[in-house]
Nanobody, 127 residues
Framework: QLQLVESGGGLVQAGGSLRLSCAAS????????MGWFRQAPGKEREFVAA????????VYADSVKGRFTISRDNAKNTVYLQMNSLKPEDTAGYYC????????????????????WGQGTQVSVSS
């Protein structure tokens, strides 16, 4: 089993930055593709960013491309989401997700393909 714990959310003014962290348990972190999703009240869960097992391949939602960066440190069993130039529409609960994959390059962008989820961390951006 894999446990995921997000941290780093908070309140920030538009144009500011936050870095979210997702700490994973277990000894096989390198076998998992990772992703970040967000959900605002009354809205559907939305894909934000994903990264492959090694960190060499990433995919971003168009809404965050150029502003957010996903990365991972496999030695620390941690995935990050660096969020710059934040906008009020970025306000949401942010969730880390993991799925075991069997090829190194694979990036997973569909929420229903993920098996493990963190509890979420709130990001609020004021205008």
């Amino acid at each position: 089993q894999l446990q995921l714990v997000e941290s780093g959310g908070g309140l920030v003014q538009a144009g500011g930055s936050l870095r979210l962290s997702c700490a994973a348990s277990g000894r096989t972190f390198t076998m998992y593709a990772m992703g970040w999703f967000r959900q605002a009240p009354g809205k559907e869960r939305e894909f934000v960013a994903a990264i492959n097992r090694s960190g060499s391949n990433t995919v971003y939602a168009d809404s965050v491309k150029g502003r957010f960066t996903i990365s991972r440190d496999n030695a620390k069993n941690t995935v990050y989401l660096q969020m710059n130039s934040l906008k009020p529409e970025d306000t949401a609960g942010y969730y880390c997700a993991a799925v075991r994959v069997f090829t190194l390059p694979r990036v997973v962008v569909e929420a229903n393909e993920y098996d493990y989820w963190g509890q979420g961390t709130q990001v609020s951006v004021s205008s």
